[in-house]
Nanobody
Framework: QVQLVESGGGLVQAGDSLKLSCAAS????????MAWFRQAPGKEREFVAG????????NYADSGKGRFTISRDNTKNTVYLQLNSLKPEDTAVYYCAVDSRTYYINRIYDASSRYDYWGQGTQVTVSS
């Protein structure tokens, strides 16, 4: 059974940092693009960051550029999202996802419909 399990969320103050982790089990995803999305109450799920299979290329939404860093450790089948200088508008449930159509392809898509494996999400709440 394939599972993506996010962790690391929590309640923090504006300006603080968090590091989210997403551990995969049941299948190795080291050959695919992985990404982070987020969804705030009443809003659509939006792309946050993506990373190619080797980690050699990353892509960020404008909202996170310069503050967020995505990385991966293929030996641990895990992807990370470092969140720095958090703002109240970063409050959302953060999800990791895998695009299984990117087998050794260095192309990061930001549409959630591309991604076919999802975790259950981890809540990030930033107070002002």
């Amino acid at each position: 059974q394939v599972q993506l399990v996010e962790s690391g969320g929590g309640l923090v103050q504006a300006g603080d940092s968090l590091k989210l982790s997403c551990a995969a089990s049941g299948r190795t995803f080291s050959s695919y693009v992985m990404a982070w999305f987020r969804q705030a109450p009443g809003k659509e799920r939006e792309f946050v960051a993506g990373i190619t299979w080797s980690g050699g290329r990353t892509n960020y939404a404008d909202s996170g550029k310069g503050r967020f860093t995505i990385s991966r450790d293929n030996t641990k089948n895990t992807v990370y999202l470092q969140l720095n200088s958090l703002k109240p508008e970063d409050t959302a449930v953060y999800y990791c996802a895998v695009d299984s159509r990117t087998y050794y392809i260095n192309r990061i898509y930001d549409a959630s419909s591309r991604y076919d494996y999802w975790g259950q999400g981890t809540q990030v709440t930033v107070s002002s």
